[in-house]
């Protein structure tokens, strides 16, 4: 079936700042949509997201140039081509921009009409999403993610660790995952408010903290998960973002937290962050160094890696060469996936086989600034990757991507997979 037209537009995403649309139209009048998340935490490496830099429109955040881009360049080499031809049409569009980062015509729009032709051609075949990227071989259900407390980027540096996240690894099916994580995440709320530790939501709806250090969330973690009647460790775990890059003076080569004004040079630091993992049940680390910093994720990684997955975000950005490298260094054991870092729905997938292939976990992400999109859950399941990022536990933007995997769920039927903390298993033989 054949492009017809393809069109953009700006709409807004989840910290109401422009961001892209794009509309594709089939010859049978079908059509696809691709809504483009976008980053406040991003990484050196990752393809670049154009906008227009007039600080008098939009405050310089508008995306005009990128929509016009889809609908000038991207439309008139698209047009006509077989819209089941995701690879091709990526193809065409990686080799019309040129560049190595996606510069001349954007990664949102490039990535958004990616979106838009895999959404197109799952409508045209009357499918789901899920069955037209993966065929009947994707079936695994995620292990959900979930941030109860933001800090970093995400909520004024109130933390400078970015996400402390719960991971349900006693769960024994999807939706026993989120039933954790709603009793976690309201116990937590209610000793932060009784404690008078609130001070509102994070960009991704965990709870933006007022702590006197890093360490302190620690404690209100692990007494959620008691007072809602689990075992820390259990029933449920701690997962991290660092996101070091941001800590990271690269001139000294030391590490900042501002919350404490306590500096670090790369020894103490992964020192610190392997004292933690001994200390409270922490099941999975990202970023525990800056994305140049290799000497600490060989440290961390070699220390703590048979049991913690240590995750690479701004090291990789979801570029095959950068997964490539950190497998040869043995880095890390797994990769976090954005479809923005990179631009191209083919490339992301390429990515998360990559990782599989590797025998490392790939974990699909959203982005702190989001949009009502569900693409990534079915990524997700149509690669089996196994686990899925998404922000926490409030906000619409996040509970439409943990209700749509509900929805895959029942779909599935009897078909559904679901492996659980059991995928964790794996860090031993990597």
Known sequence: MKIETIDAYQIYDSRGNPTIEVEVTLASGTKGYGLVPSGASTGQFEALELRDGDMHLFRGKSVFQAVGNVRSKIATALCGHDVFDQSGIDLVMIELDGTP?????????????????ANAAAAEKGVPLYESLGGTEGSLLPLPEIQIIGGGAHANWRTDVQDFLVIATGAK?????????????????????????YYGLADEGGYWPEFETNEAAFGVLTEAMVRA???????????????????????????????????????????????????????????????????????????VGHRVQIVGDDLFTTNLTRIREGIRRQAANSVLIKLNQIGTVTETIDAIRMTQEAGWLPIVSARSGETEDAFICHLAVATNAGQLKVGSFARSERMVKWNEVLRIERQLGRRARFEGGNLFTQLARV
């Open 173 to 197: 099916n999807y939706a026993e995952t989120l039933e954790i994580t709603f009793n976690v995440y309201h116990a937590a709320g209610d000793i932060m408010r009784e404690r008078n530790k």
């Open 229 to 303: 009647g689990y075992t820390p460790g259990k029933e449920a775990s701690i997962s991290l973002d660092i996101a070091a890059s941001d800590l990271y003076d690269e001139t000294t080569g030391t590490y900042h937290f501002r919350l404490e004004d306590r500096r670090f040079t790369s020894e103490e630091f992964t020192s610190l962050l392997i004292e933690w993992c001994e200390k409270y049940p922490i099941i999975s680390i990202e970023d525990p160094a800056a994305d140049t910093d290799w000497g600490g994720w060989d440290r961390i990684n070699r220390a």
């Open 101 to 117: 980062n996606k510069a001349c015509l954007g990664a949102n729009a490039i990535l958004g009409v990616s979106m838009a032709v």
